[in-house]
């Protein structure tokens, strides 16, 4: 019933926000026409506060509309290149003349519960110098019942799909949860010496090993047996979504965990938020401040459910029974083997200061693929970076993306 309950909850907080919302331009009204202010600028803010802290089930926009390419602005656009019921390919297409080719990447976002818009930034700073094409994977209470399971295997037989969409010498480049995943198709086809297995594969800040330098994440998942998380973290999406009947791992509920282990600074980020919307003159400063926090939390209280599959087969795989260090993930009846890859070049990324996926997780990689000659391995670790600093930020753009270029246009 969590999921019912949580609908219900849902549906009775609508009104106060659709008052709040509508309220907005009345309290403006007051304020452009001059009268005294009593209390208008404040519930002002208070509505846009109220506003902003609605959990909500809706994908933002990417909102890239151009890029500098060798110093020139370039239009983007949007563009779905291939679709199933759980994923859309998006590429984001811009107009270079026929002269201009650039390689192409295959940005893999993580099914985590949230959107791929979280890597913003990252599509934004790779597109300079790459055609880049994203997972946008669904929201699980969208897709209906008709459409079958999703687990790992599935998720693995989508990354293969869209290297073939691609072609041959594209890069794959996998961020935190898809690591595993990444590893596994490219292991895959390159046993099978498929012509679209990738020309370089980047994995950043993923779980390859957790039992290298635990993290409190990696401990949450050992502490209980995996038919615990079944019990209590597995709910059915209620009857008026397109996916009713589904069993999913709610959006919803990983927020909750992820803001209360930091429940203090999320709550004054609310709170400073509301103080700044309430002066009177802010500065430019300030009100940069109130525009960073409105939009961050607007992405990140946008979350998606995950199917419970997929949930808990990579709670089970990943990190409870260690499959793929072990040599035991298997892809259908097939054992992944990392060792095939041969030819594909390997960049691991990691993040000094992670705490959800420690240094040394994602080297591990390096070692799994042992038939790798040295000049096609390359490893990194940023100084002074958490989880996030990895794919996004100024240490992302300036430090740790001129590193992924590199080891991409030299493969090509």
Partial sequence: MMYQAYQAHSDL????????????????????????????????????????????????????????????????????????????????????????????????????????????????????????????????????????????????????????????????????????????AVSLMAEDQDPATPASLTLMAGPIDCRISPTEVNRLATSKDIGWFERHLIATVPWMHPGAGRRVYPGFVQLTAFMSMNRERHANAFREYYELLSLPEPDAEQLAKAEHTRAFYEEYLAVADLPAEFYLETVARVFQTYDLPKGELRVGERVVNPAAIRRTALLTVEGERDDICATGQTLAAQDLCSGLRPYLRTHYVQAGVGHYGVFSGRRWQNQIYPVVRDVIHVSQ
């Fill in 13 to 184: 907080s609508w009104p106060l926000r659709a008052l709040s919302r509508h309220a907005l331009p009345w309290l403006g009204s007051l304020s452009a026409a001059g009268l005294p202010d009593l209390g208008q600028r404040r519930a002002a803010a208070a509505c846009r506060t109220y506003a902003l802290s609605e959990v909500t089930h809706r994908r933002p926009a990417f909102g890239i509309d151009a890029v500098e390419v060798a110093g020139r602005r370039v239009a983007v656009t949007e563009e779905v290149v291939d679709r199933t019921p759980f994923c859309s390919l998006l590429r984001f297409r811009k107009d270079l003349g026929d002269d201009t080719v650039q390689p192409k990447v295959l940005l893999v976002a993580p099914m985590s519960g949230h959107f791929a818009t979280l890597l913003r930034d990252t599509v934004r700073t790779m597109l300079a110098d790459h055609e880049v094409y994203i997972t946008d994977w669904h929201n699980a209470r969208d897709v209906p019942l008709a459409a079958g399971r999703f687990g790992l295997d599935e998720y693995t037989g989508h990354l293969i799909r869209f290297l073939r969409v691609l072609g041959e010498r594209a890069n794959l480049m996998a961020i935190c949860q898809p690591c595993v995943a990444a590893l596994a």
